[in-house]
Nanobody, 113 residues
Framework: QVQLVESGGGLVQPGGSLRLSCTVSGTIFGIYMAWYRQAPGKQRELVARITTGSTTIYLDSVKGRFTISRDNVKGAVYLQMDSLKPEDTAVYYC????????WGQGTQVTVSS
């Protein structure tokens, strides 16, 4: 069973940046990968997706601020988050797209002054 470990979250002021990392115990070659987030009281939502050819799509509210990338050799997926806003506060998870693997623990991102 594939295991997902997310890291890199924390408390940051509005306008700040964070870089999230996700390590996958299995291979990610040939697999679409994605970052998701879940804010308190809300459903989990897709934040960004990256194809095997590194084509990306983003949630409208994060376009121009977040960048997803992948390293197939390391089995890792990253999310660079810039110009963070309070509404980005959530637990962030990575998974394959459309999210059929077992979920990891996620990493908490809190944007607050």
């Amino acid at each position: 069973q594939v295991q997902l470990v997310e890291s890199g979250g924390g408390l940051v002021q509005p306008g700040g940046s964070l870089r999230l990392s996700c390590t996958v115990s299995g291979t990610i070659f040939g697999i679409y990968m994605a970052w998701y987030r879940q804010a308190p009281g809300k459903q989990r939502e897709l934040v960004a997706r990256i194809t095997t050819g590194s084509t990306t799509i983003y949630l409208d509210s994060v376009k121009g601020r977040f960048t997803i990338s992948r390293d197939n050799v390391k089995g890792a997926v990253y999310l660079q988050m810039d110009s963070l806003k309070p509404e980005d506060t959530a637990v962030y998870y990575c998974n394959e797209y459309p999210g059929t693997w077992s979920w990891g623990q996620g990493t908490q991102v809190t944007v607050s002054s």
